[in-house]
């Protein structure tokens, strides 16, 4: 489901957050969960070769990746660390971003206070995240597609809908929240949503723990792939600051 930023509505909602963080040269930005760098040299361009971009994640395959895919940038540094635990000093991040990873973490709450440890006063910091409680999957069978999106919310992603709690969140944290925004992600094409959101292989994760029918369940995925097809789902952003 992180690849639902690879869709046109998913880049023009990362374009948007990254424009929002007003990043400038010479700026220290962290990207925490920045997984393979995609969007390390878009911040690496912004804030110069008198800047620093840090790059944060704890798989370190997708930290390979990103190495490689900021080879020649001298200024950006790939960081092994835990978001709840973030491997930078206290106060010397200008600008902050977190995309697509809080509803995964442990305790949401603890990793915005360590952004906020991390963070100077006056920094900015994006957030985004899915609300999965808002997924719909177009069907005849309308009690099947519920049931798809009761699984996808209860078993597959930790913290589902936390997209519609970020201000809030943020707020407790101690940050002032600036904007918040929703978009929306819609899908028409059955083989991209398919592997986008998981459709099949969640569905084969729902039957196998006895949560959707078998019968019920193949013939719902086989009547999605047969006609027009619809998926959406809303992702929130939010800008704060410190």
């Given at each position: 489901?992180?690849?639902a ?30 997984g ?14 008198t ?40 106060g010397?991040?200008?600008?902050a ?18 952004l ?6 006056g ?41 519609r ?35 099949g ?18 013939d ?13 789902f809303?992702?929130v ?6």
């Amino acid at each position: 489901m992180l690849r639902a930023a690879a869709s046109d509505t998913g880049r023009a909602y990362k374009q948007r957050l990254l424009e929002s963080l007003d990043v400038r040269l010479g700026h220290t930005v962290l990207d925490v969960g920045c997984g393979p760098g995609t969007d390390l040299p878009a911040l690496a361009e912004r804030v110069g070769e008198t800047g620093t971009v840090i790059g944060v994640d704890r798989d370190r395959a997708m930290l390979e990746q990103a190495r490689i895919r900021t080879a020649d940038l001298r200024w950006v540094e790939v960081r092994e660390g835990d978001a709840h635990a973030l491997p930078v000093e206290p106060g010397t991040v200008d600008r902050a971003k977190v995309d697509r990873v809080l509803m995964h973490v442990a305790e949401p709450s603890d990793v915005l206070a360590e952004l906020r440890r991390a963070t100077r006063p006056g920094a900015r910091i994006g957030l985004a995240e899915p609300d999965w409680d808002t997924l719909v999957v177009d069907s005849e069978d309308l009690d099947t597609s519920r049931a798809f999106t009761r699984f996808t919310t209860a078993e597959v992603v930790r913290h589902a809908a936390i997209g519609r709690g970020l201000a809030r969140l943020a707020g407790r944290a101690g940050f002032r929240v600036e904007d918040v925004s929703a978009v929306t992600p819609v899908f028409l094409d059955f083989r991209e949503a398919d592997h986008t959101l998981g459709l099949g292989r969640n569905l084969q994760r729902a039957i196998d723990g006895g949560h959707i029918d078998p019968a019920r369940g193949r013939d719902w995925f086989a009547g999605l792939s047969e006609g027009p097809f619809y998926a959406s789902f809303t992702l929130v952003s939010v800008v704060c600051s410190r």
